[in-house]
Protein backbone atom coordinates (compact mmCIF):
# COMPACT_ATOMS: atom_id res chain seq x y z
CA UNK A 1 0.00 0.00 0.00
CA UNK A 2 1.58 3.51 -1.17
CA UNK A 3 2.01 5.51 1.63
CA UNK A 4 0.00 8.81 2.41
CA UNK A 5 1.26 11.87 0.94
CA UNK A 6 4.04 14.20 3.01
CA UNK A 7 1.68 17.36 3.82
CA UNK A 8 3.76 20.35 2.49
CA UNK A 9 5.43 22.33 5.40
CA UNK A 10 3.25 25.38 3.63
CA UNK A 11 0.11 24.00 4.54
CA UNK A 12 1.10 22.94 8.03
CA UNK A 13 2.21 26.22 8.94
CA UNK A 14 -1.24 27.82 7.61
CA UNK A 15 -2.99 25.90 9.77
CA UNK A 16 -0.69 26.36 13.00
CA UNK A 17 -1.23 30.41 12.03
CA UNK A 18 -5.19 29.88 11.56
CA UNK A 19 -5.04 27.90 15.10
CA UNK A 20 -3.10 30.53 16.69
CA UNK A 21 -5.42 33.44 14.84
CA UNK A 22 -8.71 31.76 16.51
CA UNK A 23 -7.36 31.74 20.38
CA UNK A 24 -5.58 35.02 20.03
CA UNK A 25 -8.70 36.93 18.09
CA UNK A 26 -11.67 36.59 20.55
CA UNK A 27 -9.48 37.68 23.12
CA UNK A 28 -8.21 40.60 21.35
CA UNK A 29 -12.07 41.32 20.22
CA UNK A 30 -13.99 41.30 23.39
CA UNK A 31 -11.11 43.38 25.30
CA UNK A 32 -11.54 45.87 22.48
CA UNK A 33 -15.59 45.69 23.07
CA UNK A 34 -15.14 46.29 26.29
CA UNK A 35 -12.40 48.80 26.87
CA UNK A 36 -11.25 49.85 30.39
CA UNK A 37 -9.03 48.16 32.34
CA UNK A 38 -9.37 44.83 30.32
CA UNK A 39 -8.11 46.77 26.98
CA UNK A 40 -5.76 48.34 28.64
CA UNK A 41 -3.62 45.15 30.56
CA UNK A 42 -4.23 43.67 27.04
CA UNK A 43 -2.33 46.34 25.38
CA UNK A 44 0.55 47.07 28.21
CA UNK A 45 1.16 43.09 27.86
CA UNK A 46 1.26 43.71 23.82
CA UNK A 47 3.45 46.96 24.63
CA UNK A 48 5.46 44.74 27.22
CA UNK A 49 6.62 41.73 24.97
CA UNK A 50 6.59 44.19 21.70
CA UNK A 51 9.62 46.09 23.90
CA UNK A 52 11.26 43.10 24.91
CA UNK A 53 11.26 42.04 21.41
CA UNK A 54 12.72 45.12 19.95
CA UNK A 55 15.67 45.02 22.36
CA UNK A 56 16.46 41.79 21.82
CA UNK A 57 16.60 41.94 17.71
CA UNK A 58 18.75 45.11 18.27
CA UNK A 59 21.06 43.01 20.74
CA UNK A 60 20.07 45.71 23.38
CA UNK A 61 19.26 42.85 26.08
CA UNK A 62 21.95 44.74 28.39
CA UNK A 63 22.43 46.07 30.96
CA UNK A 64 19.47 43.96 32.12
CA UNK A 65 18.48 46.32 35.24
CA UNK A 66 18.21 49.36 32.17
CA UNK A 67 15.85 46.83 29.97
CA UNK A 68 13.68 46.07 33.07
CA UNK A 69 13.48 49.49 34.23
CA UNK A 70 12.34 50.80 30.85
CA UNK A 71 10.30 48.05 30.24
CA UNK A 72 8.37 48.83 33.74
CA UNK A 73 8.12 52.87 32.58
CA UNK A 74 6.67 52.03 30.02
CA UNK A 75 3.88 49.92 31.36
CA UNK A 76 3.21 51.50 34.50
CA UNK A 77 2.91 55.12 31.58
CA UNK A 78 0.32 53.37 29.63
CA UNK A 79 -1.60 51.97 33.09
CA UNK A 80 -1.72 55.82 34.39
CA UNK A 81 -2.43 57.19 30.93
CA UNK A 82 -5.41 54.97 30.49
CA UNK A 83 -6.93 54.67 34.01
CA UNK A 84 -5.69 58.12 35.85
CA UNK A 85 -6.49 60.48 32.87
CA UNK A 86 -3.17 62.05 33.19
CA UNK A 87 0.09 62.79 31.54
CA UNK A 88 1.25 59.90 32.56
CA UNK A 89 2.42 59.37 29.16
CA UNK A 90 5.52 61.77 30.25
CA UNK A 91 6.71 59.57 31.96
CA UNK A 92 7.26 57.18 28.67
CA UNK A 93 9.08 60.05 27.23
CA UNK A 94 11.49 60.69 29.86
CA UNK A 95 12.72 57.41 30.13
CA UNK A 96 13.25 57.80 26.65
CA UNK A 97 15.25 61.00 26.46
CA UNK A 98 17.32 59.78 29.03
CA UNK A 99 17.73 56.16 27.54
CA UNK A 100 19.08 57.62 24.49
CA UNK A 101 21.22 60.47 25.58
CA UNK A 102 22.68 57.78 27.74
CA UNK A 103 23.21 55.85 24.47
CA UNK A 104 26.65 58.54 23.47
CA UNK A 105 28.25 55.95 25.83
CA UNK A 106 26.57 53.00 25.85
CA UNK A 107 24.59 52.27 22.42
CA UNK A 108 22.23 49.77 23.79
CA UNK A 109 20.63 52.55 25.73
CA UNK A 110 19.79 54.12 22.61
CA UNK A 111 17.97 51.47 21.43
CA UNK A 112 16.26 50.95 24.24
CA UNK A 113 14.89 54.38 24.23
CA UNK A 114 13.95 54.46 20.39
CA UNK A 115 12.06 50.98 21.51
CA UNK A 116 9.73 53.18 23.80
CA UNK A 117 8.97 55.39 21.52
CA UNK A 118 8.25 53.24 19.24
CA UNK A 119 6.05 50.78 21.08
CA UNK A 120 4.37 53.72 23.68
CA UNK A 121 3.49 56.06 20.88
CA UNK A 122 0.89 53.65 19.10
CA UNK A 123 -0.06 51.79 22.36
CA UNK A 124 -1.53 55.13 24.19
CA UNK A 125 -2.53 56.35 20.75
CA UNK A 126 -4.90 52.77 20.41
CA UNK A 127 -6.27 53.71 24.39
CA UNK A 128 -7.09 57.24 23.99
CA UNK A 129 -8.81 56.43 21.15
CA UNK A 130 -10.57 53.96 21.70
CA UNK A 131 -11.48 55.99 25.08
CA UNK A 132 -12.82 59.05 23.21
CA UNK A 133 -16.80 58.81 23.24
CA UNK A 134 -18.88 58.54 21.78
CA UNK A 135 -17.64 56.66 18.72
CA UNK A 136 -14.05 55.29 20.49
CA UNK A 137 -15.04 51.54 19.71
CA UNK A 138 -15.87 52.28 16.41
CA UNK A 139 -12.79 54.41 15.81
CA UNK A 140 -10.66 51.17 16.82
CA UNK A 141 -12.70 48.88 14.08
CA UNK A 142 -12.28 51.13 11.49
CA UNK A 143 -8.99 51.00 12.09
CA UNK A 144 -8.60 47.54 12.31
CA UNK A 145 -10.71 46.89 9.58
CA UNK A 146 -8.44 49.07 7.64
CA UNK A 147 -4.94 47.24 8.89
CA UNK A 148 -6.85 44.34 8.10
CA UNK A 149 -8.05 44.62 4.40
CA UNK A 150 -4.75 46.34 3.42
CA UNK A 151 -2.94 42.88 4.82
CA UNK A 152 -5.54 40.40 3.28
CA UNK A 153 -5.54 42.24 -0.18
CA UNK A 154 -2.25 43.35 -0.57
CA UNK A 155 -1.07 39.08 -0.01
CA UNK A 156 -3.41 38.26 -2.05
CA UNK A 157 -3.57 40.60 -4.92
CA UNK A 158 0.44 40.52 -4.95
CA UNK A 159 0.25 37.01 -5.43
CA UNK A 160 -2.35 37.12 -7.99
CA UNK A 161 -0.92 40.23 -9.70
CA UNK A 162 2.86 40.05 -8.97
CA UNK A 163 5.13 42.36 -11.10
CA UNK A 164 7.80 44.78 -9.09
CA UNK A 165 8.77 43.88 -6.36
CA UNK A 166 7.90 47.42 -3.39
CA UNK A 167 10.84 46.91 -1.57
CA UNK A 168 13.26 44.04 -2.73
CA UNK A 169 16.45 44.71 -0.43
CA UNK A 170 13.86 45.26 2.67
CA UNK A 171 11.12 42.76 1.67
CA UNK A 172 11.65 40.68 -1.60
CA UNK A 173 8.08 38.88 -1.71
CA UNK A 174 6.30 42.51 -1.35
CA UNK A 175 5.10 43.75 -4.53
CA UNK A 176 3.68 47.07 -6.15
CA UNK A 177 0.40 45.14 -7.00
CA UNK A 178 0.17 44.25 -3.63
CA UNK A 179 0.30 47.49 -1.70
CA UNK A 180 -2.14 48.77 -4.05
CA UNK A 181 -4.60 46.40 -4.10
CA UNK A 182 -4.07 46.48 -0.42
CA UNK A 183 -4.58 49.91 -0.55
CA UNK A 184 -7.97 49.84 -2.64
CA UNK A 185 -9.36 47.60 -0.09
CA UNK A 186 -8.82 49.90 2.60
CA UNK A 187 -10.97 52.21 1.18
CA UNK A 188 -12.81 50.64 0.68
CA UNK A 189 -13.37 48.75 3.97
CA UNK A 190 -12.91 52.37 5.68
CA UNK A 191 -15.92 53.90 3.87
CA UNK A 192 -18.10 50.66 4.77
CA UNK A 193 -17.18 50.30 8.16
CA UNK A 194 -17.83 53.96 8.83
CA UNK A 195 -21.40 53.81 6.46
CA UNK A 196 -22.67 50.96 8.40
CA UNK A 197 -21.72 52.35 11.85
CA UNK A 198 -22.69 55.66 11.19
CA UNK A 199 -19.89 56.88 13.42
CA UNK A 200 -18.92 59.67 10.46
CA UNK A 201 -19.20 60.57 7.00
CA UNK A 202 -18.41 57.76 4.53
CA UNK A 203 -16.81 59.85 3.00
CA UNK A 204 -14.38 60.72 5.61
CA UNK A 205 -14.15 57.05 6.05
CA UNK A 206 -12.74 56.88 2.70
CA UNK A 207 -10.22 59.56 2.76
CA UNK A 208 -8.60 58.25 6.25
CA UNK A 209 -8.59 54.91 5.04
CA UNK A 210 -5.82 55.80 2.37
CA UNK A 211 -2.76 57.32 4.24
CA UNK A 212 -3.70 54.84 7.22
CA UNK A 213 -3.11 52.30 4.66
CA UNK A 214 0.22 53.16 3.77
CA UNK A 215 0.91 53.62 7.81
CA UNK A 216 0.12 50.04 7.91
CA UNK A 217 2.54 49.14 4.90
CA UNK A 218 5.15 51.48 5.78
CA UNK A 219 5.22 49.66 9.63
CA UNK A 220 5.29 46.10 7.96
CA UNK A 221 8.37 47.82 6.02
CA UNK A 222 10.08 49.60 8.46
CA UNK A 223 9.88 46.24 10.84
CA UNK A 224 11.61 44.17 8.09
CA UNK A 225 14.03 46.50 7.45
CA UNK A 226 14.61 46.31 11.17
CA UNK A 227 15.05 42.92 11.43
CA UNK A 228 17.01 42.68 8.24
CA UNK A 229 19.57 45.15 9.39
CA UNK A 230 20.61 42.96 12.00
CA UNK A 231 20.14 39.44 10.58
CA UNK A 232 17.03 38.54 12.44
CA UNK A 233 14.00 36.38 10.28
CA UNK A 234 11.04 36.56 12.87
CA UNK A 235 11.14 39.44 16.08
CA UNK A 236 10.39 36.60 18.35
CA UNK A 237 8.36 32.77 18.94
CA UNK A 238 6.01 33.49 21.17
CA UNK A 239 3.18 33.36 18.76
CA UNK A 240 2.56 29.78 16.97
CA UNK A 241 2.66 29.70 12.86
CA UNK A 242 3.44 34.18 12.78
CA UNK A 243 6.60 34.34 15.09
CA UNK A 244 6.38 37.26 17.62
CA UNK A 245 4.18 39.78 18.65
CA UNK A 246 5.62 42.75 16.67
CA UNK A 247 5.32 40.56 13.77
CA UNK A 248 1.88 40.94 13.86
CA UNK A 249 1.49 44.14 15.02
CA UNK A 250 3.61 46.22 12.86
CA UNK A 251 1.17 47.43 10.48
CA UNK A 252 -1.31 48.26 13.09
CA UNK A 253 1.35 50.30 14.90
CA UNK A 254 2.12 52.36 11.70
CA UNK A 255 -1.95 53.02 11.42
CA UNK A 256 -2.42 53.57 15.45
CA UNK A 257 0.44 56.14 15.33
CA UNK A 258 -1.01 58.04 12.64
CA UNK A 259 -4.40 57.83 13.59
CA UNK A 260 -3.24 59.32 17.11
CA UNK A 261 -1.30 62.29 15.41
CA UNK A 262 -4.36 62.77 12.57
CA UNK A 263 -6.55 63.27 16.01
CA UNK A 264 -4.26 65.61 17.73
CA UNK A 265 -4.13 67.60 14.84
CA UNK A 266 -7.94 67.39 14.04
CA UNK A 267 -7.52 65.96 11.22
CA UNK A 268 -9.73 62.73 12.41
CA UNK A 269 -12.82 63.59 10.25
CA UNK A 270 -14.97 63.19 12.94
CA UNK A 271 -14.04 59.52 13.15
CA UNK A 272 -10.55 59.72 15.26
CA UNK A 273 -11.12 61.72 18.63
CA UNK A 274 -9.31 62.13 21.64
CA UNK A 275 -11.34 61.68 25.32
CA UNK A 276 -13.08 64.57 25.94
CA UNK A 277 -13.83 65.70 22.27
CA UNK A 278 -17.14 67.13 21.86
CA UNK A 279 -18.89 65.73 18.88
CA UNK A 280 -22.14 66.02 17.12
CA UNK A 281 -23.73 62.46 16.96
CA UNK A 282 -23.48 61.86 13.50
CA UNK A 283 -26.93 61.79 11.39
CA UNK A 284 -27.06 59.35 7.95
CA UNK A 285 -26.05 60.42 4.64
CA UNK A 286 -28.34 61.41 2.49
Known amino acids: MASDPIRPSGQSDLLTRIISAAVLAPIAVVAVIVGGLPLTALVALVAAIAFWEWTAIGNASDPMWARVLALACLVVGLFGLATLRSDWVILIAAAAVLAVLAGTRMPPLRWMGLGLVYVAVPCAGFLLLRDAEPFG ?115 LFGAAALAWLLAVAGLGGGILLLPGTVVRVAESAP
Open 137 to 251: LYAILFLVVVVWATDIAAYFGGRALGGPKLWPAVSPKKTWSGALTGLAAAIAAGGITIGLTKAGDYRAGLLLAAPLSIAAQAGDLFESAVKRKFGVKDSGSIIPGHGGVLDRVDG
